[in-house]
């Protein structure tokens, strides 16, 4: 997990089947920042993902930190 941009977070993945996606090393996730801003994301965190798919991009619905 890492924020490089205020309303962007990169996270590496398992596979996610509901998408259609394999295992990933690095996948960018648009986001509004008082989302990302109400968890206090850090590089290296753990986190469960509720994301949406759109036609460009995927975008976060919900974000919480793993223990």
């Known amino acids: 997990m890492a924020r ?4 962007l977070v990169l996270v ?3 596979a996610v089947q509901g998408l259609g ?4 090393e690095l996948m960018a996730i648009a986001a509004e ?6 968890v206090g994301p850090r590089p290296g965190d753990r986190v469960k993902l509720a994301v ?3 036609e ?3 975008v976060l619905l919900r ?3 793993i223990p």
């Open 21 to 24: 996606m394999s295992a990933m």
């Open 52 to 54: 949406r798919a759109t």
């Open 12 to 14: 590496s993945h398992d």
């Open 56 to 58: 460009d991009r995927l």
């Open 4 to 7: 490089p941009a205020p309303d």
């Open 33 to 38: 920042p008082t989302l990302l801003d109400a």
């Open 63 to 65: 974000i919480e930190r």
